[in-house]
């Protein structure tokens, strides 16, 4: 309690990343669904409840973000109170034994743990567990992308399983990461040069896409496809063009928009974790970054210089300190060119896993709802030992059905084309 000997002292601001401000321009207010994340499990064999609600304290207790809201009245975020102020409003325990199955359960879950998140006061986090049997449970985690992307679930996940484990079995208190409220490196301003082939192409059919989606964000429908066996060859194209499956996996994407569009000229945004100091790589926090990946498919004469050049400009960006895409269109007054977007990573981080001893954890999907979708294409593809597995959202209102399974299935015949491409091992 405050009292007049102990004045409180004012709350650190802590600046908005160029992405962060856009989202929250996006959802036009402080109560939003739209961008909250939402992961769930099942908990399988002797876990103990308590003990995974004392780790998600310690895991608040390591790091600040996750104890901090985004005020409408401030330009960035501040802390709004300790773990034990705020377990309470992230942590939900239903009672065990009330549902009777794992998707009864989550239904139940999601009502409490997706409802619409009041940024202007409540922590970017939630939690929702309930036990359908002594030794089976369901956890559901929800996360604001404000503070949330792929990187940090990952790292959250880490960070739990660790408490957990210390606070069962025993160990040496962990020591408190120091904070990063900003990972950006200094922008080098020579990083912005150069890019003027690459926004300054036409991308007809690329425009064309951003020019129908008229409204913000518009109903989508989901298309999914499993190329069995198809991995080992995109990793041995990689492997033999010197550069990583994502970049085989971009000339695909390319290829595909070629092919369906009907343009030589394409054009995708992606997004990678974007820190860009040692220390920063375990920070929790919202550090991703825009990138893009355009071509002129018709200036390269083979497919090998095609994969050269995509994989010279992505270290390009890499190279550059956290370039932002909006930088980018105003330094070359451009138009937006990211009404597709495209990721391909292993299957180990697109699909996260919270990893407690003595615990077997299973994702569980969410129920098929009706999505709705900000870019006419958001197609993300992971890939393990054996598949490829691509999802796909597609803007119904931009696409016709037939266009968007057109495009996916043309991502497939590229993917598999460059992967037989290989030279056999």
Sequence with gaps: MTTP?????PATVHPLAPQQRRMLEFIGGRVDSYYLMVEAFILKGDLDVEALRQAVGHVLDRHQVLRSAFPADQDGYQTIGPA??????????????????????????????????????EPPLRMWLTRL?????????????????????????????????????GGKPRRVPPQYPDAQAPQ???ALDGWSTLLGRRY????????????????????RRVWP?????VVAAAKSHSVTPFVIASVAMLQALSDVLGDQEAVFGSAYAG?????????????????????????????????????????????GARIQWEDLLARYDAQDLYPVKFAFQPKELAERQIKLPGIETSRISRPNAAPSARRPVDLIGSYDADAVTVSMTARTDVLTDERA?????????????????????
Aim: aromatic share 8%.
């Design 5 to 9: 000997e102990t004045p409180t002292t």
């Design 229 to 233: 066996r198809l991995s080992a060859g």
């Design 405 to 425: 399974v057109a495009l996916i299935d043309a991502f497939g015949q590229r993917l598999t084309a460059l992967a037989e491409s290989a030279p056999a091992r």
């Design 84 to 121: 034990t102020d705020l377990i309470d409003r992230i942590w939900t325990e239903a009672p065990g034994g009330r549902f009777a199955s794992a998707d009864e359960a989550l239904g139940a879950g999601l009502d409490t743990a997706a409802r619409p998140m009041d940024l202007d006061s």
């Design 188 to 190: 080098d301003d020579k």
């Design 204 to 223: 007809r059919g690329i425009r064309a896409l951003d020019a129908a989606a008229e409204t913000p964000k518009g109903p989508g429908a989901v298309h």
């Design 275 to 319: 820190r860009t100091t040692a220390a920063s790589t375990n920070a929790l926090g919202y550090y991703s970054t825009t990138l893009f990946v355009g071509e002129d498919l018709g200036a390269h004469e083979s497919v090998a210089e095609l994969i050269t050049s995509v994989s010279n400009g992505l270290k390009q960006w890499h190279h």
């Design 133 to 169: 049997h002594p030794d089976e449970a369901v956890l559901i985690v929800c996360g604001h992308h404000l503070v949330f992307d792929a990187w940090t679930f990952m790292l959250f996940y880490e960070d739990l399983a660790a408490e957990y484990r210390a606070i069962t079995v």
